[in-house]
């Protein structure tokens, strides 16, 4: 089993955090679209905007991992080819302002690579490596400067350890300016308990989030966080036959519990 990429090194813990909680209300349907592509329309019922979406993927290797129409002069494209060398993948991400990112993965048991370059200023370059074995995980990650003179304009470093119903880790960011601890632990099959933590030691911030995510049956999963600004959100996902998915979610400061923001998704697809 080979590694995540070293941005993914806390993913698990934060997609608890993360996931679920919109409290907007939009309907997302996704179809499936000739020559094997899948097109998806995400429309927001609030906003009352909408953006398109595509993928299609090539026995060669090539694949258009999304196409994205959000509006006039919103376009962005992510491609990637696989196949030119065992555990190796190059990607394109661009968009219509002029952006555009020319990247590599390389992933072997022991460690994942990466590098990234803007390949439309030429101005920055990305380079990290996640390393481990037997649980135990470790990587770090650079930002250079390409404009004008080299510098490296930021660099990250990160340690954890995992285990098939657990993870702990911590990531040292901009500089070791900024410190990100995570850990989640399944106390049963059906019962997640998560917290992460960021500190900022110059600026004397620190802030904390508690969650956990129970699933109640095979199709119902409740989840909740509170954060030390006092803010609490629950959600509840409900899986319906035939791929049709609701969430439904809320948010309340303790400050002002009178005044709730609830929001519902809706998944076809």
Known sequence: MSLPVYADLDKNTRDIFNDDFDTKCSLKVKSEAPCGATLTTNTDCCGFSSKVSGKWAHSSGFAVDKLEFAGKDKIKLESSLTGLA????LEFKGASANTGNLGMTYKHKLATVTTDLDIAGFSTAN???LGGSNGVLAGASAKFALAGKF??????AGFGYQRSNMFAGVVANKKFGEFNAAFHYAV???LTIAALCDIVPKASSHKFNIGT???CNPNTTVKVKANSDGVINASVKQKFPKKFTVVGAAQVEAKNISAVNFGVTATLG
Do not use: I, L, R
């Not at 510098?151 to 990250?156: I, Q, T």
């Open 151 to 156: 510098e490296v304009k930021d660099f990250s």
């Open 86 to 89: 065992p555990g190796m993948k």
């Open 188 to 190: 049963k099959p059906n």
């Open 213 to 215: 995510e129970y699933v």
């Open 127 to 129: 380079a990290s490596v």
